[in-house]
């Protein structure tokens, strides 16, 4: 019975996959300014139900948050040696990893309040590895601790 009903679902899933998917050129909507931001944007990360954008301005050493609806910038995070930023949606938090010192500090998305921050050493590639479902803290520290064993490894051989 299970079978017959993926197998039925399949052809729906394949078809709504090829409508997605269009040849058309992407379109620029909107210019959104960040005046006192200096120096380079490095990345960013996108909240789709709040319509925020989040980003990591180096220069500043900051993170914007940018209100995409209104089209100008919500709030800013001070004081952040961020390199990459991470948004998840599952559980409402910011993810902030440091350039500076390989931590990565977690905000109340809503509030932007300062929950943790983790001795977790990570680097900007291993940040894109965090779990996207189900994100906890011992997720994160799951991946991490993960990705940290196969630099040590990489390292001796």
Known sequence: MRRKIIVGILPFLFAALVNAQTNEP???????QLPDVQGRIDHMSIDVKGQRLFVSALG?????????????????????????????????????????????KIFDATQL????LSNIVTTPTTFDTIPRANESMSDLETVFGRARQRREKDRRN
Do not use: H, P, Q, W
């Not at 992407?26 to 959104?32: A, F, G, Y």
């Not at 309040?113 to 943790?116: D, E, Q, Y």
């Open 26 to 32: 992407l379109k620029l909507e909107k210019t959104i």
């Open 60 to 104: 500043n050493n900051t993170v914007e948050v940018v209100d995409l609806k209104a089209g100008k910038r919500a709030n800013t995070i001070s004081g952040l040696k961020s390199r990459k930023v991470s948004f998840m949606s599952g559980c409402g938090r910011l993810y902030v990893a440091s350039s500076k010192d390989g931590t990565v």
């Open 113 to 116: 309040k300062l929950l943790k």
